[in-house]
């Protein structure tokens, strides 16, 4: 599912790629990320864009409601994307599972992406490798059924949303590598350079042996709002923040 | 493996063992004996018991009108074990264990029956409704909770 965050990471910076614009979901996809390192918002902004593609619409899963609405850039906060995207808060590990089992009874059109954000909330503490594996293997089962419902060429993504600590022990490492195995491909967010002004973060996209790795700057200033350059470029110039595209779709 | 999502999938070499197993049994309706000491050679005494479990019919493929679909492994020792169709998961205790924690082996062997029984088409079918599908993935977890 690295092709949706790759495109919201290279918005305003890299139009030739629109032709690559296929709906191909691609490998299920884990953001990691420290506490406050913007996960929900490029979460959100992943979500905001595939809204935009013209296609089913995007199942958004978190605990609870988002405090406020990240700051979208430019144009891309239109209600009939943000209508498209349809927020479900299992309160509780439990309804979760509940909610990925029954997947298949809901009606109404499939999504053609699932996000889930904050997954560290759901791993219960005495979980053993099986329940979590059971989770995300859940996760997985759920998108390759949407995917199966689209029909062949155009499948559900899948991005989930891991805090990590900085220092983390080893079961925390023993975790994160099984949760690896059903998450081929990766985005490592980190806070880099701590400025008075704006929140500096390095984010690092492993697309799961599809592709080179790519780097990009964002930067959330004060207000929320992002912005986001490629690396190694420097960060903090916001007139390479010109990346309204939604008059993209045919 | 139409079912799996790109990228998680087998390790390539034996994606391909599987594939030509296919076309093997196809053309043939068995399979050639030098796949089978490949598969011997790359899972070990898995190889042997999961075509055990294939024999035996031990496989059911349970689909629900949704299209959403689970296996289930009937065990030697009489117990069941929930496979998803989509990705790597067993429910038995040698996948937590070996596959898991101790990341030295690839499947279990219901897994591995499960994909043989693909490629030999001897899965057994079994038809239920979208909500009986739902306690099937979810019954797996309530067995979980009592057991710990």
């Known amino acids: 599912m690295a092709e949706v965050l790759r495109r919201v990471l290279s918005l305003g910076s890299s139009a030739e790629s629109e032709e690559e614009n296929t709906a191909e979901a691609g490998p299920p996809l884990l953001l990691l990320g420290g506490p406050g390192s913007g996960k929900t918002a490029l979460l959100f902004a992943a979500a905001l864009e595939a809204a935009g593609e013209g296609r089913g619409p995007v199942l958004f899963l978190t605990r609870r409601p988002l405090q406020s609405l990240p700051r979208a850039r430019g144009a891309t906060l239109d209600p009939l994307r943000l209508q498209k995207i349809r927020f479900q808060y299992p309160p509780s590990t439990h309804e979760l599972l509940q909610l990925l089992c029954s997947a298949h009874e809901a009606r109404g059109p499939t999504p053609s992406l699932v996000l889930l954000d904050g997954l560290e909330e759901y791993l219960v503490e005495d979980w053993g490798p099986q329940e979590a594996a059971y989770l995300a293997a859940l996760l997985l089962d759920t998108a390759a059924h949407f995917s199966h419902q689209i029909g062949p060429g155009q499948g559900c993504g899948l991005i989930v949303a891991l805090q990590i600590r900085e220092e983390g022990d080893s079961g925390d490492a023993l975790q994160l590598s099984l949760l690896q195995r059903y998450f081929p491909a990766q985005c490592w967010l980190q806070v880099d350079a701590p400025g008075p002004r704006q929140r500096c973060l390095r984010a690092c996209l492993d697309p799961g042996g599809l592709g080179p790795r790519a780097e990009w700057w964002v930067a959330f200033r004060p207000d929320g709002e992002m912005t986001i350059t490629p690396w190694p470029a420097q960060a903090g110039n916001p007139s390479s923040d010109k990346g309204s595209s939604s008059e993209d779709q045919p | ?148």
């Open chain 2, 1 to 148: 493996m139409a079912f799996a999502l790109p990228g998680v999938t087998l390790p390539a070499v034996v994606e391909e063992l599987l594939s030509e197993m296919a076309a093997a049994v196809q053309e043939n309706a068995r399979i050639p004996d030098e796949h089978l000491s490949s598969l011997k050679f790359i899972f070990g005494s898995s190889a042997i018991q999961a075509l055990d479990l294939v024999d035996r019919q031990s496989i059911t493929l349970i689909s629900s009108p949704s299209g959403r679909r689970v296996y289930q492994v009937l065990g030697s020792s009489g117990k069941t074990y929930t496979c998803l169709a989509s990705c790597h998961y067993c429910s038995c205790p040698a996948f937590a264990f070996s596959v898991l924690r101790k990341s030295d082996s690839l499947l279990c062997k219901h897994l591995l029956a499960v994909y043989l029984s693909q490629v030999m088409r001897t899965c057994r079918q079994l038809k239920v409704s979208d909500k009986q599908l739902t306690d099937i993935l979810l019954v797996k977890k309530k067995q979980e909770a009592q057991k710990v």
